[in-house]
């Protein structure tokens, strides 16, 4: 797929790209010059600054990438203004700390195009050192639960996705902190979506984890994701009843039927 054409170009400028990679960025320096440097052509890379202190913007833009500045924090913030920012067909979210090869989304990719799936989610391949034991049991936890709510075989919540733009944006997604993935794929699955998962490989990342490298920060990325599970929980059982139900007020971290 390295080799896939760019779409044409709307005023004889640069080749619109294939693929927008959104890459939710805070203090990556170290890893950006690999992470970029990896993107196969017809790919363009939307780097979101969310408040880097080490410049890691300016490199962005200095490496070729369009750089878009969200000051909320929370990964969902930054994801979120990466697809409003998006103006290719198929958008891509991939982790900007370099655990993850963008270039693994060519197939995910060619699974979307040739309209065998709506979203792809990388299942991750550790390597060893690369997913801390705490993260990777929660993530199995969470991947139990949603195959018991949804029926949809997930293995791994995993970072690096793709989908349609349009498609994307038509799920209106609320969530501004840690559950914006989570929230992603319950939306899918309302909508009838088909999900897949491809193999991906997983490398330690370079530089200081925010998240899940920590246990404070899987506490709070589980209590984000748990908003959201409550949601979709609420969906289905109102989905069981007699009647239709009323519609639950909009949660303040963006967990909404």
Same mark, same amino acid.
């Given at each position: 797929?390295?080799?896939?054409?760019?779409?044409? $170009?709307?005023?004889?400028?640069?080749?619109?790209?294939?693929?927008?990679?959104?890459?939710?960025?805070?203090?990556?320096?170290? $890893?950006?010059?690999?992470?970029?440097? /990896?993107? *196969?052509?017809?790919?363009?890379?939307?780097?979101?600054?969310?408040?880097?202190?080490?410049?890691?913007?300016? +490199?962005?833009?200095?490496?070729?990438?369009?750089?878009?500045?969200? %000051?909320?924090?929370?990964?969902?913030?930054?994801?979120?203004?990466?697809?409003?920012? !998006?103006?290719?067909?198929?958008?891509?979210?991939?982790?900007?700390?370099?655990?993850?090869? %963008?270039?693994?989304?060519? *197939?995910? +990719?060619?699974?979307?195009?040739?309209?065998?799936?709506?979203?792809?989610?990388?299942?991750?391949?550790?390597?060893?050192?690369? =997913?801390?034991?705490?993260?990777?049991?929660?993530?199995?936890?969470?991947?139990?639960? @949603?195959?018991?709510?949804?029926?949809?075989?997930?293995?791994?919540?995993?970072?690096?996705?793709?989908?349609?733009?349009?498609?994307?944006?038509?799920?209106?997604?609320?969530? &501004? &902190?840690?559950?914006?993935?989570?929230?992603?794929? @319950?939306? /899918?699955?309302?909508?009838? =979506?088909?999900? #897949?998962?491809?193999?991906?490989?997983? !490398?330690? &990342?370079?530089?200081?984890?925010?998240?899940?490298?920590?246990?404070?920060?899987?506490?709070?990325?589980?209590?984000?994701?748990?908003?959201?599970? /409550?949601? !979709?929980?609420?969906?289905?059982? #109102?989905?069981?009843?007699?009647?239709?139900?009323?519609?639950? *007020?909009?949660? *303040?971290?963006?967990?909404?039927?």
């Amino acid at each position: 797929m390295a080799g896939l054409p760019n779409g044409p $170009a709307d005023d004889g400028g640069p080749p619109a790209a294939l693929v927008d990679v959104v890459l939710p960025c805070l203090n990556e320096r170290s $890893a950006l010059p690999k992470v970029l440097g /990896a993107l *196969p052509p017809g790919y363009r890379a939307i780097v979101v600054d969310n408040g880097s202190s080490d410049g890691s913007g300016a +490199l962005a833009a200095s490496l070729g990438a369009t750089v878009v500045d969200e %000051p909320r924090r929370g990964f969902g913030a930054a994801a979120h203004a990466g697809l409003l920012a !998006a103006t290719a067909e198929f958008v891509g979210f991939c982790d900007c700390d370099g655990s993850l090869d %963008p270039a693994q989304l060519a *197939p995910m +990719l060619e699974l979307v195009r040739t309209a065998r799936a709506d979203l792809v989610l990388g299942a991750r391949r550790p390597a060893r050192g690369a =997913w801390p034991i705490h993260a990777r049991l929660a993530n199995m936890v969470l991947s139990r639960q @949603l195959r018991r709510l949804t029926g949809i075989p997930l293995t791994d919540l995993g970072p690096l996705r793709l989908a349609r733009r349009s498609a994307l944006l038509g799920l209106d997604l609320k969530d &501004r &902190r840690s559950g914006y993935p989570l929230e992603m794929f @319950l939306k /899918a699955h309302r909508d009838g =979506w088909r999900v #897949a998962e491809v193999p991906v490989d997983y !490398a330690p &990342r370079l530089g200081k984890s925010k998240v899940t490298g920590t246990l404070r920060g899987t506490v709070t990325a589980l209590k984000d994701m748990g908003t959201q599970l /409550a949601a !979709a929980s609420q969906r289905t059982q #109102a989905t069981k009843g007699d009647g239709p139900a009323d519609r639950a *007020p909009a949660d *303040p971290h963006g967990a909404t039927p």
